[in-house]
């Protein structure tokens, strides 16, 4: 009972200070939607399972800045950064 309890503490203050311990550094994401405002690319990305298919613990991510250029339906590679959902692109993977 007492190990259980233990376990209990250490998960949330894991969860709670660090949650980037929780997420893979670096995940598959689906452009869904892209705009170009003269300098800067915005997307909408849906985060991708290891399967390649569409993880629906993730919502739709929208306002995610770049420079680089990736069409709608195609798959980038992004760094979560500080553990935060707050992607960073890294580049179009397949």
């Known amino acids: 009972m007492l190990e259980e309890m233990v376990k209990s503490v250490i998960a949330k203050q894991l969860a709670a200070d660090f949650p980037h311990l929780q997420l893979p550094g670096l995940m598959r994401a689906k452009v869904i939607r892209a705009s170009f405002n003269g300098e800067w690319y915005e997307y909408s990305l849906k985060i991708l399972d290891k399967t390649g298919e569409i993880d629906e613990r ?4 929208p306002g995610v800045f770049s420079k680089i ?4 339906g195609k798959t980038v590679a992004v760094g979560l950064l500080y553990g935060e959902l707050n992607p960073c692109i890294i580049g179009e993977v397949v």
């Open 69 to 72: 250029n990736v069409e709608p």
């Open 58 to 61: 993730f919502p739709e991510i």
